[in-house]
């Protein structure tokens, strides 16, 4: 009775016109298919203009060796190992810190006008142009603390940037969590620590990874902070603590595309192949650790 | 029970349903439970919970009204009503659950062995070792089915021996024959029935003297529904037990009181009608018990 096309058998009083509503959502598909294939040819353009000059400089030597002014000698030890020391301690700071912060605006502030007036301005962070991070680190973490241009400064400067992302994914994160789990643990005589510790947090922890890792994506690849905060642009030796002075990839790739020789623009293209490298691994680690969790706790 | 002028009588207004049976014998399928179940009388037991002048209010809402009640120990006691007339919320004020609803407020006492569990220097965490509640829809830990019947014991500083208990209370909870052999393994990898008798042997490991159950079998099918009665009818030996219910077939099987709420004319819930559940399913006090009993409102 009825046909694919909808045309037999219509009831008095309906227009079905299925075949026009079949085509509208056919149109819809290839827009959004279409935005979806314009940003993937970008990236594969992207990538190409690295990896086509860059590919022919990779090598060991690159990652072994420290910066020299002789392109064939140069490396990027120092700022491999910079990079590490800078996102290492942002994320340990802005985990403890960011989580810490959403633990207690979810689970123990009352929602009121302030919290929400708080809550806004925290994700409102999240738009500040990173500069502006760098200047009140060097304020605040170079001049008052007087932690130098060091790894410590550097690394807190980039924590108070990715601070916001964390506490906003791990608030998210933790909301997620549903109401059954904690009544659950509060019925069978748990204090609210118990029920957070033991089962919002296990049930929150993927969330709250997957913030982590955006923090440390965005964290490896920022540049105009750590130029403020005094990140030098040659330096001939590996961090050794918190105070020693640092380099990182992306002053490092900056700084080789500001020289006049032909070399340096392949080595920084050499070089971004590396950063990419480094992030990945870096993610991939945290998407494991994340998996493990989501494995171990699903409701 | 003082709102009784002010409650629109809705056995009349509804009276559209066939009304073939008379009234002397409106409740037959429910009656011949009835007769065959136990159903000893149980107010020969003394009071273990005694709910005087319970009022909450949600904000602004007055969710439950005036509502005076004694649950009499080692019993069951089944809470039936039409939706939203304030059943689950006096069951969750006898384990100070509501405290976790920021805009609730609760007055009025409710006697727990000679101590009002509403005073404020009552601790709410201890209220509920000893006050077990079973939620509607199951809701074990994703943790393993040992470590859900073992978690709450161990936060509140159980110091026996840990497998002699969780395979005590898998065992009232009838569940011990079906998940001995795999202790370790996810309590989310149950079926749903059995997902509910691990949050019953869940809540028997903390000791408590009261289980409360909301809608334990709502979400379940009818086997499964049997042997949570079942399992209900064998613990009420040992424990009392307050269970919600939207099924009054269930309320007539299980419990030996029935505690009937309604809804007043301001959408108050208010306590109809209390007394043994033989009493109330065969010869109701309450021409709106008899309305609802019989399925011509609700």
Redesign the interface.
Known sequence: MISHTGKAATVAGYEPRVASRRITGHIWKWVFFSSTALGIVLLIMLLWSVFEPGVGWLSWHLVRDMPSRVPEKAGMNSAIWGSIWIVGTSGVVSFILGLGTAIYLEEYA??NRWTNILQTNIANLAGVPSIVYGLLGLVVFVDWMHAGRSVLAGGLTMALLTMPIVVVSSREAIRAV?L????????????KW?AIR??VL??AFPGIMTGIILAMSRAIGETAPLLAVGGASQVLFNPTGPLSSFMVMPLQIYNWTGRPQAAFEHLAAAAIIILMVVLLVMNSLAIALREYFSR???? | MSAHATVRNDTQETGSRPQGTPSQAPFSGIARDLVSGPHPDPMEHEVILDIRELNVHYGDFHAVKDVSLAVPQSSITAFIGPSGCGKSTVLRCINRMNDLVPSARVDGTIEYQGQDLNSRNVDPVEVRRHIGMVFQRPNPFPKSIYQNVAWGARINGYKGNMDDLVERCLTRAALWDEVKDKLKESGLSLSGGQQQRLCIARALATEPDVLLLDEPASALDPISTLKIEELLRELQADYTIVIVTHNMQQAARVSDQTVFFSLNDDRQGVLVEAGPTQKIFTNPGDSRTEGYITGRFG
């Not at chain 1, 059954?180 to 204090?191: F, I």
């Not at chain 1, 171990?296 to 409701?299: G, V």
């Open positions: 009352s929602q549903p059954s789990l904690r009544q659950a643990a509060y019925g069978v005589g748990a204090t118990q033991h089962h296990p049930a171990k706790n699903r409701w």
